[in-house]
């Protein structure tokens, strides 16, 4: 998996109920042809990311095809998690 762009967005809780903050991620993503997740629609990754007291965590992710925005059931391996986790903690960095 290859993250081609992305956009990270905090999502406030008018409420108040949530603690801490919430982040979602809308990254654009590549895979190799023979990947399950490959769509030549192209795919896009949701993840939703909580910050509380210093300590981030990732709550959700979800895959999704970028032109209709369906998403894909499918589970990530080990190494594509990775690579989501690096690029929000990149952006964590530089803020």
């Known amino acids: 998996m290859k993250i081609v ?8 809780d008018p409420t108040g109920i949530i603690e801490g903050q919430r982040y979602e991620f809308l990254l654009t993503v ?6 399950e997740l490959f769509n030549e629609k192209g795919t896009g990754l949701r993840l939703l990311y909580s910050v509380k007291d210093g300590q981030r965590k990732m709550l959700t992710y979800q895959f999704y095809e970028l032109a209709t ?27």
Do not use: H, R
Request: hydrophobic fraction near 25%; charged fraction near 40%; proline fraction near 2%.
């Open 5 to 12: 762009n992305g956009k990270a967005e905090e999502l406030v």
């Open 30 to 35: 590549t895979f190799d042809e023979d990947d």
């Open 69 to 95: 925005e369906s998403p894909f059931d499918l589970e990530w391996d080990e190494e594509e998690q990775t690579t989501a986790e690096q690029y929000c903690i990149e952006y964590f960095q530089g803020i």
